[in-house]
């Protein structure tokens, strides 16, 4: 499904020098459901997902997903993110000026899915998350933890072939992160693929595989 | 993707900001109208100065009836005042110049509608009198300004109506006690068409009968100096001729004709400019003087006018540099705030934009939201003006279209600015 080849990334620092991410950099993934990339703070997870996801193009090497050669390309890579991936950032990343229905039904005014359906589709989103309640309360009435929820469900909302996580659980207690975890394991089992950026031991568990960065380079861990 | 539904939760976190940002431009662009209305005008009147003055010279015409004693025995006079009579008619239909006769004397008019602004002492160095009761006919009367004007200079002057018909003066006739008047613009709602007013006028009562309104901003130069505007005057056309005194008319009656023309004889006189032009207008005066034996007249050139008219242009433009300078630093503060307030909706709607973006929204499409974003304020603005200036009744429509190119400009290259931003943060992933 995903493979990227040769990559290349560096970030210019304000200071005129180069920051380098990855050298050379090779990532796989086919039959695997699930994937966890472990790494140190500031290793290059969010970024590693960020070139996958298509949010970053500014890299040497190449992507292919399903086969498929991917240009660097704004629009090119929004259409896959639209209609294959759904993620949920390591920030919550919450919209302060609309309730939890409306941050959730973000995704679907974006496929352009009409009214009833939104409704109905959020409504399951916000069940499989424990979030049915809330529904018309504002972020800034939520925990950390239900704001991470409401970032889950809005990526899981479309049911996107490929769900990209971001420490999806950094902020949630431990009987939370169970729940996230059954979630997690439940999209599996439907068909969902994930790429877990995470530090937590059981979230990495659930997966099938795991993978380190480490010194600019990923390495399969087991 | 629903844009109003954007524009919704843009207004709820944001509208403070728009507020300002629309005040801002609604202020600017009216301060733009505000000059170019006032360019248009004094194009407008430099146009019409230039049009009455140049090719032109201007005497003036004075009597030598300056003893009080001479003056009175002259009135006495039936014959002195037929006298006069000639003398004006001769004046009055000379081909060889314009007289222009134009005098300010105020008329009382009884219970009085208009306020003080109409008093005849309203804006000049006196003390404005009111209404004030006459202790012999115990009537209430105010003195109201009042131009005395001859169908020379009325078309000298290029006087035109806003509403009513023009005086027929042919038909203006003293001795009916009846006279049709103009009114000038700032009378509108307080006399109309058909009213009557009852004054008195030298002495003598006279009925006015409204006929017409003056158009607004109308102005002569009275006494060859800066221009008068008859907004707040009542204009009373002079006979067209004058007739002489038979010897049955009353004392005061003919005191009354006596006092009219020795001020309608008084008048500025128009020529073509020419090399010998004074000495043509000296040998023509002396000739009606002798026609007519009046005698008791001196010439005198208004020269300084047209220093005082250049004086008044260079005034006029330093003005409009100044003006010009004030708006153009306006535009630059203007721009500069209005910068920093995009600046700061941008980092507000930037998570926005990029929620779109993370959720698979083209570029165009949130290129749209951010359009609107940032453009409705200028939509806004530009129809606040129209309906400002439709309201408070200063619309033109050609100021409008060079609003609408200034407000363009001025929102593109804002829009360029955060185009180029959201450009960048959309490749970067918005990291
Ligand atoms: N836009 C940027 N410009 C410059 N440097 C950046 C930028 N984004 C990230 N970096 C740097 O790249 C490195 C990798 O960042 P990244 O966010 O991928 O780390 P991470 O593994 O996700 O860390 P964490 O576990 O803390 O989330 C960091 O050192 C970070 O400072
Ligand atoms: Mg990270």
Known sequence: MIQLNG????????????????????????????????????????????????????YKGKYYFDNRLLPKNIDEMSSLRLEDIGIITQNYNLLYDRNIFNNVAIT????????????????????????????????????????????????????????????????????TEKDILKVFKNLQEIGHKLIIATHSRSIASICEKEYLIKNNDLTLVR | MNIFREIRFYFKKNSLLFFLELIILTLFLTLVYVFALFTIGINEKTD??????????????????????????????????????????????????????????????????????????YGEDMEVK????????????????????????????DIELARGKEIDWEKVDYSTGRIPILLGNDYSGIYDVGDVLIGDYYGKDFKFEVVGFIKRNTY?????????????????????RLSKIDNEMGDMESEFYGILYSAMINGDIAIEKSGNSLQTLLKNLDRISQKTSFDKYTIIGVRNFVVQYNNMIAAINNNKKIILFLLILNLIIMFIILKGISHFIYSKRKK????????????????????????????LAFILNIIITWKYKFFDEMILIILAIIIFLVFSVIYRIFIKKLHKDLENGFR
Request: with cysteine; hydrophobic share 35%; glycine share 6%.
């Open chain 2, 220 to 240: 002569i130069f009275y006494n060859g100096s800066s221009e008068k505007y008859l907004d707040n005057y009542i204009v009373v056309p002079y006979p067209l």
């Open chain 1, 108 to 175: 679907l005014h974006c496929l352009g899915t009409n009214k009833k359906d939104i409704g109905k589709k959020v409504k399951h989103a916000l069940e499989i998350v424990g979030l049915t309640d809330h529904k018309y309360k504002y972020p800034n009435e939520l925990s950390g933890g239900e704001s991470q929820r409401v970032a889950i469900a809005r990526a899981i909302v479309k049911q996107p072939r490929l769900l990209i996580a971001d420490e999806p659980t950094g902020a949630l207690d431990e009987e």
């Open chain 2, 48 to 121: 019409k100065i230039e049009n009455i003055y140049n090719g032109k010279e201007i005497y003036r015409l004075i009597d030598k009836l300056e003893d009080p004693e001479e003056f009175s025995d002259f009135l006495n006079s039936k014959s002195s005042v037929s006298v006069l009579s000639n003398f004006y008619n001769e004046l009055d239909t000379d081909k060889n110049f314009q007289f222009l006769s134009v005098f300010d004397q105020f008329i009382p008019i009884e219970n009085f509608k208009g306020d003080n602004t109409f008093d005849y002492a």
């Open chain 2, 352 to 379: 926005v934009y990029y929620l779109y973006f993370l959720n698979g929204c083209n570029k165009g499409e949130i290129y749209k939201i951010f359009s609107i974003d940032l453009i409705l304020p200028y939509i």
């Open chain 2, 130 to 157: 009111g209404k004030y009761k006459d202790e012999i006919s115990k009537k209430i009367y105010q003195n109201a300004k009042s131009m005395q004007m001859n169908k020379n200079s009325f078309k000298f002057y």
């Open chain 1, 7 to 58: 990559i290349n990334k560096k970030y210019i620092l304000p200071n005129g020098k180069e920051q380098i991410i990855f050298k050379d950099l090779n990532f796989y993934m086919q039959e695997e459901r699930s994937l966890a990339i472990l790494g140190r703070s500031g290793s290059g997870k969010t970024t590693l997902l960020n070139i996958i996801a298509g949010l970053d193009i500014k």
